[in-house]
């Protein structure tokens, strides 16, 4: 059975930073594209950062417009763990951060970290908030 596992999530304050992680079991995040989405109040879910699977130490990485210079995505291969650098924060990134992976070639990163290809596995999600 696959699972994922996010954490890290608080409450914190504009300019800070958070780190999530995400702990997979029943599959290996190495071969797969993983990616953070997150959902605001009365929004639909977008696409946050994702990575394609790993070609030895070399992978692709995606980043909405909304989040790039601020947040950062990496993978430890070896303890299976995902993570989602968060930096300056603002109040407009509160929201559900949740963890997905799919079996997917490098070609589709966008699209899937667009929405508009799904991921197979998805987290439970885990509540982001910061104030201003």
């Known amino acids: 059975e696959v699972q994922l596992v996010e954490s890290g999530a608080d409450s914190v304050q504009a300019g800070g930073s958070l780190r999530l992680s995400c702990t997979g079991s029943g599959l290996r995040f190495e071969k797969q594209t993983v990616g953070w989405f997150r959902q605001a109040p009365g929004k639909e879910r977008e696409g946050v950062s994702c990575?394609?699977?790993?070609?030895?130490?070399?992978?692709?990485?995606y980043y909405a417009d909304s989040v790039k210079g601020r947040f950062t995505m990496s993978r430890d291969n070896a303890k299976n763990v995902v993570f989602l650098q968060m930096n300056s924060l603002k109040p407009e990134d509160t929201a559900v951060y949740y963890c997905?992976?799919?079996?997917?070639?490098?070609?589709?990163?966008?699209?899937?970290?667009?929405?508009?290809?799904?991921?197979?596995?998805w987290g439970a999600g885990v509540l982001v908030t910061v104030s201003s």
């Open positions: 997905a992976a799919v079996v997917s070639s490098w070609s589709d990163l966008a699209l899937r970290c667009g929405g508009y290809y799904g991921m197979d596995y």
């Open positions: 990575i394609t699977s790993s070609n030895g130490n070399t992978y692709n990485s």
